[in-house]
């Protein structure tokens, strides 16, 4: 007999948006802080970078080691357990009296920082199949914010009360979270997991690239529209904060509203996979981010032009990011903590190359040939995307489609 239908409520869908937001955002606080953590500590000015790097060294580790955890473990007491551990953690961070112990306690809230990908996770396993683009778009959204606000609520904080407080407000959100999502988020439905070794859970992480081709696919376009989204992000601190602009930090860190503004494109994409138009939502993703880069070369003459161009490459990427999402939930349903493990590596990846190329590119060239960098990555995804696509001319439909009306459980074919 079949599993009665299942539908998270939008409160809930929402709720994990903003824990996620949380959880993730916990990563990228340091960045405008770097100053004040030096000056506290006593470390070097050409080595206090080593707070982001160990931290985002950590997420990844936790992609690996942790995310996976959540095919086999109950996932609400997964989240629950990352949560707590995350706030001590946290404190750890605010408490640390010395470099190295502080460097230590960052690399460990990167790896639970993981925990948003296990509630995307889970959320899309206790949505309604029909309405399973939605909710993930909604908790992606909440992702997305996480990150482009991290800098500037940590700067404001920073400046107000020192660097430490704000590890210690993120600690008591996070617990706070970590008690009502154990309090109003539903148990999934009892799965029949086979026992499989640690080591091996973790290596099918791998494997997976292997047997199923639609990561592969999905994980290879992420890599792309991380980097050149990374691309524009890194970089234009650089040009704000010399002349003519000369925009403080806190002003600089107001550009993440810009970029949040464009997260609104996770939950229309999700909708519109939801009815069946995914090719259609991944070209206009797609175009949007390639579109954006010649708003970003008019940089010299506006400073509006780039805020155009981040509300734009934002909403592509998000439209993208949770249609690959989307697609990869309908594969295979018993491996979606590692399906999301192994597409979020190469979104690291992405990242990562997007930061250090784009810096050497804009000491070497400025602005315009940051532009140039970013408008051929995004047209190199425009082109990996189409050579991808083989669903037959004129049905409408991509890798992983769903015709209107249907729900969004059958296997892709690719």
Avoid: K
């Avoid at 502080?102 to 995307?120: F, W």
């Avoid at 993120?170 to 148990?187: D, H, I």
């Avoid at 050497?360 to 050579?387: H, I, M, Q």
């Amino acid at each position: 007999m079949p599993a009665p239908a299942r539908r998270l409520s939008p409160a809930v869908a929402w709720l994990f948006s903003v824990a996620s937001g949380l959880a993730v955002a916990n990563v990228y606080y340091a960045q405008p802080l770097l100053d004040l953590i030096a000056d506290d500590l006593g470390i070097g000015r050409a080595t206090v970078g080593l707070v982001g790097t160990l931290t985002q060294i950590g997420y990844a580790v936790g992609l690996v080691l942790l995310v996976p955890l959540g095919d086999h473990l109950d996932r609400r007491m997964l989240i629950t357990a990352q949560l707590g551990l995350s706030v001590v953690a946290l404190g750890a961070v605010a408490l640390a009296p010395s470099a190295p112990l502080m460097l230590l306690a960052m690399a460990a809230v990167g790896v639970l920082a993981v925990v948003a990908q296990v509630m995307v996770a889970h959320a899309a396993s206790l949505a309604d199949p029909a309405d399973q683009g939605r909710v993930v778009g909604t908790v992606t959204s909440g992702i997305v914010v996480g990150i482009l606000l991290a800098r500037t609520v940590a700067g404001t904080i920073g400046d107000l009360a020192g660097w430490r407080a704000v590890y210690v407000v993120s600690a008591v959100a996070t617990g706070a979270t970590a008690v009502v999502l154990a309090s109003v988020v539903p148990a999934e439905p009892r799965r029949r997991a086979e026992r499989v070794r640690y080591p091996r859970l973790v290596g099918s992480v791998f494997t997976l690239f292997a047997e199923v081709p639609v990561l592969r696919v999905r994980a290879g376009l992420a890599l792309l529209v991380f980097t050149a989204v990374t691309v524009l992000l890194t970089p234009m601190v650089l040009p704000l904060a010399a002349p003519p602009f000369e925009l403080s930090h806190t002003a600089i860190g107001l550009f993440g509203l810009a970029g949040a503004a464009g997260a609104l494109g996770a939950g229309h994409a999700g909708r519109q996979a939801d009815r069946g138009r995914a090719r259609r939502t991944l070209a206009i993703g797609l175009t949007a981010m390639l579109v954006s880069w010649p708003l970003a070369a008019l940089l010299p003459h506006s400073v509006w032009w780039l805020v155009l161009a981040m509300v734009v490459i934002d909403y592509g990427l998000q439209s993208v990011h949770v249609v690959n999402q989307h697609l990869l939930y309908q594969v295979r349903p018993e491996a979606r903590s590692r399906l999301t493990a192994g597409y979020m590596l190469f979104y690291s990846v992405g990242s990562a190359l997007g930061a250090i190329v784009s810096t050497l590119v804009y000491e070497r060239g400025g602005w315009t040939a940051v532009c140039w960098l970013g408008g051929g990555v995004s047209l190199l995804a425009l082109a990996f995307w189409r050579a991808t696509d083989r669903a037959p001319a004129g049905d409408g439909g991509t890798e992983g489609d769903v015709p209107e009306g249907r729900t969004a459980g059958r296997r892709v074919s690719r």
